[in-house]
C-alpha cells in the first residue's frame, strides 16, 4: 500500500509561484464564465428562451467527468521511476489548444457569418470541446497547485486561486458581454483566444520543482485510492453541500437582471465591474478570515451568509427595485469569494501528496456535475415557477447545508481537542 507520507520537496517561491496560478485560474475562468454566465446572456438578448440558456450548463459536463481520466493525466504528471513532474507541460498545452479553439470558433463563424441562435448546436458542440481541453488540463492545474502550496501558504495561494478566477470571471463575462456589443460576439471570442494566450506566460517562466525520490517509486494514481480515503469522501459531502445554492442560481443572475430591464451593456459592466470587484474584495478577505477561523469554521459562516443572501433575494425578486437586487447579487459575490478561499483551503488539507491532481480534480468534479444539473433545473424552474422560486428554493438548500457543515466543524473539533488531551 502507498504511503501517505507528506512531500517535503523543495516548493518554487512565492514570487514565482503566484504570477503562474493567476494565469492558470485566470484562464481556467475565462472558459468556464464565459460558457455558464456570458452565453447564457447574450442568448437571452438575442431572444433564447430560459430553458434554452439553461442548457448551457450541460458544458460543465467535461468538468464533471474528467474524474474518470484523471489518473491517467495524473500518472503522466507524475511518472513513476522518475522524480521530475510534467505539470507546467500539460498546463502550457492546454492553454494553447484552448486559445486556438476560441480564436477559431470567431474566425470561421465571422467569416461564414454564422448566427448563435441558428447554429447554437454547432458552436455549442465545438465550444464543448473547449470544455473538455480546459477540464483536461485543469487536473494537472489542479495538482501542481496543491504540490506548491504548503500549508502555512494556502490562505494567500487560494486568495489568488480564487482572485484569479473572479479576474478570469470579469474577461469571460462582463468583459466578453462588452466586447460582443463593442464588436461583435465573434470579434470577442478570438480577443478572448489572444488573451488566454498571454496569460500563458507566466507559467512559462518557471522550473517545477522535482519531487522527493522515495515519491517517484511506490505510487500508481488511482480513484480506488481516492474513494478508500475517508478524507476525500468527506470532502465531496462538503463541497456539495456548500455549493448547491449558488449553482442553482448563478446562470440566472444574468438573465434576471435583464428581465428586471437592464439592457446587455449594464449587465456587462455590471458583471465586469463591480461584481467581480466584490469577488475580488471577497477573496482578499477570505485569506485573512481563513487564518482567524480555520477548517470547516469559516466554510460554514460563509454558506450562512449566503443563505441569508438566497432568502432575501428571493423575496425581492418580483417586488423590490433593480437598486436593491443589484446590491443583493454583489453581496452574494462578495461572499462567494470568501467561501471558494475558504473550502479550497480546507480541500487542499484533504488531498493525498501522492495523488492530489487525482483527488482535487474529484472534489471540482463533484462541483461541476452539481452545476451542470443545478444550472438545467435553475433555468426549468425560472422559467415555469419564476426566479422567486428558484431563489427560494437555493435559500432553503444553503440553509441546510450550514447545519450540517457546522456539525462537522463541531466534530472535528471536539475529536482534536479529546486527541489533545489524552497526548
Known amino acids: ?36 454566465q456570458g452565453l447564457p446572456t447574450l ?13 448551457t450548463a450541460l458544458l460543465w459536463l467535461p468538468w464533471g467527468v474528467r474524474f474518470l481520466w484523471a489518473p491517467y493525466i495524473e500518472r503522466w504528471r507524475l511518472p513513476l521511476d522518475t522524480t521530475v513532474r510534467h505539470s507546467r507541460k500539460i498546463v502550457l498545452l492546454g492553454q494553447w489548444m484552448m486559445a486556438f479553439i476560441l480564436f477559431a470558433i470567431g474566425v470561421v463563424c465571422w467569416f461564414e457569418q454564422l448566427s448563435l441562435v441558428t447554429h447554437i448546436g454547432w458552436i455549442l458542440g465545438t465550444l464543448l470541446l473547449a470544455a473538455l481541453v480546459a477540464s483536461t488540463a ?9 504540490d506548491q502550496l504548503s500549508e502555512g501558504r494556502r490562505g494567500w495561494g487560494n486568495s489568488i486561486q480564487v482572485g484569479g478566477a473572479y ?22 471570442l478570438m480577443v478572448a483566444g489572444l488573451v488566454v494566450l498571454l496569460l500563458t506566460v507566466p507559467m512559462l517562466m518557471v522550473k517545477e520543482p522535482a519531487r522527493q525520490q522515495n515519491m517517484a517509486k511506490d505510487h500508481h494514481p488511482s480513484l480506488w485510492y481516492a474513494f478508500r480515503r475517508p478524507e476525500v469522501r468527506l ?72 443563505a441569508c443572501i438566497l432568502a432575501l ?34 480541500l487542499m488539507s484533504l488531498a493525498s501528496p501522492l495523488q492530489a491532481g487525482v483527488d482535487f480534480t474529484l472534489f471540482q468534479s463533484g462541483d461541476a456535475l452539481l452545476a451542470g444539473v443545478a444550472g ?14 428558484c431563489f427560494g428554493l437555493a435559500a432553503v438548500l444553503t440553509l441546510i447545508a450550514t447545519v450540517l457543515v457546522r456539525h462537522q466543524d463541531q466534530t472535528h473539533r471536539s475529536t482534536t481537542a479529546t486527541a489533545s488531551s489524552q497526548g
Request: hydrophobic share 60%; net charge neutral.
Open 235 to 306: 470532502g465531496l459531502l462538503m463541497l456539495l453541500l456548500s455549493s448547491v445554492g449558488i449553482r442553482l442560481t448563478l446562470g440566472m443572475f444574468g438573465p434576471f437582471l435583464l428581465d428586471k430591464g437592464m439592457d446587455l451593456d449594464q449587465v456587462g459592466l455590471l458583471f465586469g465591474s463591480l461584481y467581480i470587484g466584490a469577488g475580488l474584495g471577497g477573496a482578499i478577505l477570505g485569506g485573512f478570515f481563513v487564518r482567524f477561523a480555520p477548517g470547516w469554521r469559516a466554510v460554514w459562516i460563509a454558506v450562512a451568509l449566503k
Open 167 to 188: 479576474v478570469g470571471a470579469m474577461l469571460g463575462s462582463g468583459g466578453f458581454l462588452l466586447l460582443v456589443r463593442w464588436w461583435g460576439w465573434e470579434q470577442a
Open 313 to 346: 433575494l428571493a423575496a425581492a425578486a418580483s417586488v423590490a427595485s433593480l437598486f436593491v437586487v443589484t446590491s443583493l447579487i454583489v453581496m452574494m459575490f462578495a461572499v462567494m469569494g470568501v467561501l471558494w478561499v475558504a473550502l479550497y483551503s480546507k
Open 138 to 146: 485543469d487536473i494537472a492545474c489542479d495538482g501542481f497547485v496543491v
Open 43 to 55: 442568448l437571452r438578448e438575442q431572444g433564447a428562451s430560459l430553458e434554452i440558456a439553461g442548457l
Open 1 to 36: 500500500m502507498a504511503t501517505t507520507t507528506a512531500d517535503t520537496t523543495a516548493r518554487l517561491s512565492l514570487r514565482q509561484l503566484l504570477p503562474a496560478v493567476a494565469g492558470i485560474y485566470v484562464t481556467q475562468a475565462i472558459i468556464t464564465v464565459l460558457i455558464t
Open 376 to 389: 438545467v433545473l435553475g433555468g426549468w424552474l425560472s422559467q415555469h415557477f419564476g426566479y422567486a422560486t
